[in-house]
């Protein structure tokens, strides 16, 4: 479980082909503090720290989580949004984000306010997935609230802080982020579907 309040930027060490999975190393202000079996977001991916060595840790992605989300586009050098899982006794900041992506967007447009951005999306409405305006939505592993709302489209709006310490700040049109849609939506949704 975690909030979508991102602790801090990975840099992409190397990547290593394995049959249908990627094994990302990456190396980061708090990977020498993890431990093998944590569970950690990247780029609000839940996914298993299997090794440790210094300042970097390595988590592998298998072929469902490649085809689900924009993992396999990560290059060496690529900055990934991590977040290790929530302390039962901490404040939940942002909001409930499972880990789980739910499908991947692309990013439509990039607005520069002169002191805030705002970021529109497009994604598969196929899926049923949807936003309200003034509801949460995670991208890329970050809690953020929507702005516009439509069947298969948001925008968002970011201040500074968030731009600056997270991968945000090298977002353009046309790249692909992670979604993952509020938890408690979903159920509704899918209760009035019945």
Not at 9 to 24: A, M, S, T
Not at 44 to 65: R, S, W, Y
Not at 122 to 134: A, C, F, G, R
Not at 141 to 164: M, Q, R, W
Request: glycine share 8%.
């Amino acid at each position: 479980m975690f909030t979508g309040i991102i602790e801090t930027l990975g840099e992409v060490v190397e990547l290593q082909k394995d049959k249908g999975n990627l094994h990302i190393r990456m190396s980061s202000s708090f990977s020498s503090e993890l431990k093998i079996d944590q569970s950690v977001a990247h780029n609000g991916v839940c996914l298993t720290v299997v090794e440790v060595q210094g300042d970097c840790h390595t988590v592998t992605a298998v072929e469902e989580t490649l085809t689900k989300t924009n993992l396999g586009g990560l290059q060496s050098g690529s900055l990934v949004n991590l977040e290790r899982c929530m302390q039962m006794n901490g404040r939940l900041d942002g909001h409930i984000v499972q880990g789980h992506v739910d499908q991947v967007a692309t990013c439509t447009k990039v607005r520069d306010l002169e002191g805030s951005w705002v970021y529109s999306f497009s994604y598969d409405p196929e899926l049923e997935n949807v936003t309200v305006e003034k509801g949460s939505i995670c991208v890329n592993g970050v809690s953020l609230t929507v702005v516009d709302s439509n069947t298969s489209s948001f925008s968002v709006a970011i201040i500074p802080y968030t731009h600056e310490h997270t991968n945000f700040k090298a977002l353009q049109a046309g790249d692909q982020v992670n979604l993952e849609f509020d938890i408690i939506g979903k159920y509704v949704a899918r209760l009035l579907k019945r």
